[in-house]
């Protein structure tokens, strides 16, 4: 998980993770996108395949970079156990919040 935040920290490598959300890109449609020199996004590509966020699907002479669904789904439940949490103690302040309004009335 630490490999996926350090890998996502940088505002270039999301971007490359936002784009690659609707499908798989090459590097050079990644490159026109984002506007940057090729080399910085392969750099890039490189960190994110290293964190095994994108796994590349080599077709000829194109690399064809794709989001890896592993990855996410451990932050989706990761993040999940927040909400969790969360919701357990909102009940809480919803049950003392009644306990309030029912001492209130009686007086």
């Known amino acids: 998980m630490k490999t996926l935040w350090t890998a996502l920290m940088e505002p270039n490598r999301l971007h490359i993770v936002e784009l690659l959300r609707d499908g798989p890109l090459t590097v050079g449609e990644i490159t ?3 506007a940057i020199l ?6 890039h590509l ?7 966020i994108v796994e590349v699907l080599p077709q000829a002479n194109r ?7 592993e990855p996410f789904q451990e ?17 809480r302040l919803d049950d003392y919040l009644l306990e309030i309004q029912a001492d209130e009335q009686q007086k």
């Open 32 to 34: 026109e996108r984002l």
């Open 38 to 43: 090729q080399p910085q996004v392969s750099k």
């Open 46 to 52: 490189k960190v994110l395949s290293e964190a095994d």
């Open 75 to 91: 932050l989706e439940t990761w993040l999940h156990s927040f909400h969790r949490l969360w919701e357990e103690r909102f009940d």
């Open 63 to 69: 690399r064809i970079y794709k989001l890896r669904r």
